[in-house]
C-alpha cells in the first residue's frame, strides 16, 4: 500500500465517525519539496570532556564555564504526501536535510591532576554538520496553520581545532591536533506550519538535538610534542529554534 494510502485509510477512519466516507478526502496532491531555515542555538558545547591516557585510563576532565548560543542554516529537499480535503493528518514529508552551524569558541576550566595539581584553563575551536533523513508529519489544519511532529535521523560531523590546555608550568600545556569526527545524530521537534500559499509555506519550529561525540585524536605536551592520550566529549546537544520556508514544487 502507497504512503497517500495509508494516509486515506488511517484519517478516514477518524473521520468516519462524524462525516460519511468520501473520495474527496482521498484527493493527494503530492509535490516535491525544498526548505530553506535559519536559526540559533541554545546550550550548545555545554558537555564536560574528558582527557583519556594511552592506557584506557580517565586522566582529567575538562567542564565548560557556560554554555553558548550560535546561529545556524539548513536546506532540504525530499516529498511531500498530501490529503488536503482532510483536516486530520493533511500531510506527510520525507526528505534528505543538511544543517551547518556556526563555529563556536569553547572555554572552561580542566581538572587534570596528573598533569596539573592546579586547574588549568582550557579553548578549542568546535564545528558541526550534519546529514539527517526527516520525517514529518502534520497533525491537524486549522484554516492555513498546521501544527506538526518530526523525526530526524542521520550523520553528524563534529570538528574540533586549536585545542590548548593552559597550565602555569610551561611543560604541563597540552595541544591538540584537529580533528573531525563522524557520529550517528538525531533530532526530535515541533512546531506550525502556515501555508501562505499553495506552493509557499513559512515554518516556526523547535529542535532537540544530538549531535553525537567529538574527539581529538591526540593530544601532546606543548613542550616536547610527546602523546599524552586523547581527549573525548559527552554527546554534544542543543536545543534549537528556527524559521523556514518551504517552496512546493507542482
Same mark, same amino acid.
Given at each position: ?150 523525526? =530526524?535521523?542521520?550523520a553528524s560531523f563534529n570538528r574540533i ?20 569526527? =563522524? ?37 601532546y605536551t606543548n613542550n616536547t610534542f ?25
Amino acid at each position: 500500500m502507497s504512503m497517500s494510502g495509508i494516509l486515506c485509510l488511517v484519517t478516514s477512519t477518524v473521520y468516519a465517525a462524524a462525516t460519511p466516507y468520501s473520495k474527496s478526502y482521498c484527493y493527494h496532491p503530492h509535490h516535491l519539496y525544498f526548505d530553506l531555515g535559519v536559526g540559533k542555538t541554545y546550550n550548545y558545547a555545554s558537555s564536560n570532556s574528558f582527557l583519556i591516557g594511552s592506557n584506557g585510563n580517565v586522566l582529567g576532565s575538562l567542564k565548560t564555564g557556560n554554555s553558548y548560543s550560535t546561529p545556524f542554516f539548513f536546506v532540504g529537499i525530499g516529498y511531500r504526501w498530501a490529503q488536503d480535503n482532510n483536516p486530520w493528518f493533511p500531510s506527510v514529508n520525507m526528505g534528505l536535510q543538511h544543517r551547518y552551524t556556526s563555529p563556536v569558541n569553547v572555554f572552561g576550566v580542566s581538572q587534570t591532576p596528573s598533569v596539573d595539581s592546579l586547574p588549568m584553563s582550557y579553548n578549542y575551536r568546535l564545528q558541526q554538520e550534519s546529514w539527517l533523513l526527516m520525517t514529518k508529519a502534520d497533525i491537524y489544519k486549522w484554516q492555513r496553520f498546521m501544527p506538526y511532529v518530526a523525526l =530526524g535521523l542521520g550523520a553528524s560531523f563534529n570538528r574540533i581545532s586549536q585545542l590548548f590546555v593552559n597550565s602555569s608550568n610551561f611543560a604541563n600545556q597540552l595541544g591538540g591536533s584537529t580533528n573531525l569526527t =563522524g557520529d550517528f545524530s538525531y533530532n526530535l521537534g515541533a512546531g506550525i506550519d502556515y501555508q501562505v500559499q499553495e506552493d509557499f509555506w513559512l515554518t516556526l519550529g523547535y529542535f532537540y538535538d544530538n549531535f553525537g561525540k567529538n574527539k581529538v585524536g591526540t593530544v601532546y605536551t606543548n613542550n616536547t610534542f610527546t602523546p599524552v592520550g586523547t581527549l573525548e566529549n559527552a554527546n554534544l546537544h542543543a536545543s534549537s529554534v528556527f524559521l523556514s520556508a518551504r517552496y512546493l514544487f507542482w
